[in-house]
């Protein structure tokens, strides 16, 4: 049995909830479902100021911001690329990406991509608090699917192989 039913929300940190909330919902139509203004943090009972915003991301999915107004300015891990770190979400096709792309240049956001992966295409850009964002439209087959699954745990291995010795092949360099 699976102990995990599904993600019931990913939570972020924002410079300004309001701000956030307008932004998700005229770029990906996320509708803005719940807010808690607090001075308290539940699990801690850590005094803390706070706005926690909520938005319906679909299927059941919660995007969950925090406006931290006490704290200092956000910033990023310095040893991880700004590639790496996303969300990425699935839309319906390509043509509802490219749609999306569209809107987000007219009104100046820098869109990269479409990317081809193979079994899906995506373009990437970041929200207002400098989080980046990747919109996913699957375009894989099942063929495709049965392929990578019959080799996943072939290549996890050999990678997990290969840094295991990673640190003595660079003393021997």
């Known amino acids: 049995m699976q102990i995990i039913k599904r993600i019931h929300h990913v939570a972020y940190r924002c410079k300004d909830a309001k701000e956030t909330v307008e932004w998700y919902g005229k770029y990906l139509d996320m509708n803005f479902i719940l807010a808690i203004a607090e001075d308290q943090v539940p699990s801690t009972k850590e005094p803390d100021l706070y706005m926690h915003v909520f938005l319906d991301a ?12 006490t704290k200092p ?9 700004i590639w790496t770190q996303h969300l990425a979400m699935e839309v319906e ?13 007219a009104d100046g956001i820098s869109v990269v991509g ?3 992966h193979t079994i899906f295409k995506s373009i990437y850009f970041f929200d207002p608090n400098g989080h980046r964002l990747e919109l996913a439209a699957n375009t894989g087959t099942p063929k495709m699917a049965t392929m990578l699954d019959e080799v996943k745990w072939e290549m996890l291995n050999e990678w997990a192989k290969d840094q295991a010795s990673a640190p003595a092949r660079a003393l021997d360099a």
């Open 58 to 69: 679909g299927n059941g999915s919660i995007l969950a911001f925090f406006e931290l107004p």
């Open 73 to 81: 300015e956000m910033g990023r891990d310095p040893n991880t690329p």
């Open 93 to 105: 096709s390509v043509d509802v990406m490219l749609k999306v792309k569209a809107k987000l240049e």
């Open 114 to 116: 479409p990317t081809d």
